[in-house]
């Protein structure tokens, strides 16, 4: 990618489910699409054609959250029904059922190792479950607020986790220790993401606002204003130097990742924007939102 990209969404093309859709992840490979929807299933999408490939049955309530493991077999998906679920990608078959919040579960991360994923929800509890075995290996806890995102840094050593309580804290992996808590939103603490690199972490919050911070020091590197609304769903570029966020105002941001600065703002969507992914492999971005669709968008150079 040059300085500058544009977006550009291909409305005739918009995928949709029969209630509002919370969460969106492509493959890893790029040619399959997932997203999980409050009417209770999670879709396969393929991406060329963007025609449902299978639907994923077994949640008992809304899904919240849903992630590939690293190779692509495997879908790990939670739910309000409080239990994270784990399907073979090829099949859409439900393989385990991890069980033990208790609680609506809010998000799901699978770490880049395969080994660990990640899940938060109402009980203000992280757990991380052996991805292999389904054991509930560690919890961490800490927060005073719903957990509402967890995600692990690209060497798997970190686990950051965002809350109701307006923190953000980073965990260590491998012993659940807490290496530092990062202060400076004014709200909950909607999402939560590493760059690329693992040196930058992202931020949106309901106050409205992107931050950036400095994973080695804790310290903000920019605040990123512009939506008119809280800020529910945000990621990096798969090269890192660009972020697009999406919010409650129904908008789609992109913003300059190295500066804070915000390039230009989109819409599309009618409602809240709850999930947001980029493809790995081709300038593709997808968003789902509470007006029930999933839109994709073609990333342009500038």
């Not at 209770?40 to 849903?66: C, F, R, Y």
Request: glycine share 10%; with cysteine; hydrophobic share 35%.
């Amino acid at each position: 990618m040059n300085n500058s990209i544009s977006l550009s969404p291909r409305t005739k093309t918009r995928l949709k489910h029969p209630n509002a859709v919370f969460c969106v992840a492509f493959h890893p490979e790029g040619k399959q699409l997932i997203t999980g929807s409050l009417d209770n299933t999670l879709i396969l999408w393929d991406v060329a054609t963007a025609k449902e490939i299978i639907t994923l049955k077994g949640h008992g309530d809304g899904v919240s959250g849903v992630k590939f493991s690293p190779k692509g077999d495997r879908i790990a998906s939670s739910g309000l029904d409080q239990v994270v679920r784990l399907w073979e990608t090829s099949t859409g078959s439900m393989q385990q059922s991890l069980s033990g919040h208790g609680v609506y579960l809010t998000c799901v991360d699978w770490s880049a190792d395969g080994k660990m994923i990640a899940s938060g929800g109402y009980d203000n509890i992280v757990k991380l479950w052996d991805a292999n075995s389904g054991a509930n290996t560690r919890n961490l806890v800490a927060h005073q607020g719903t957990i509402y995102a967890v995600s692990f840094s690209p060497d798997s050593k970190i686990v950051a986790t965002a809350s109701h309580d307006q923190k953000i804290i980073l965990w260590s992996v491998s012993d659940g220790t807490q290496i530092r808590t990062l202060n400076g939103h004014t709200g909950p603490v909607e999402a939560v993401m590493f760059s690329p690199d693992g040196k930058s972490l992202l931020s949106v919050s309901a106050d409205q606002t992107l931050r950036f911070w400095d994973v080695d020091t804790g310290e903000t590197k920019f605040t990123g204003n512009g939506h008119s609304q809280g800020v529910k769903s945000a990621s990096y570029t798969p090269d890192g130097r660009h972020v697009v966020s999406g919010s409650a105002d129904s908008r789609v941001m992109l913003w300059n990742a190295e500066t804070g600065e915000r390039i230009a703002a989109y819409t599309g969507h009618d409602n809240t924007i709850y999930g947001i992914a980029f493809s790995q492999t081709d300038p593709l971005l997808a968003t789902a939102s509470f007006d029930r669709t999933i839109l994709l968008w073609d990333i342009r150079e500038e």
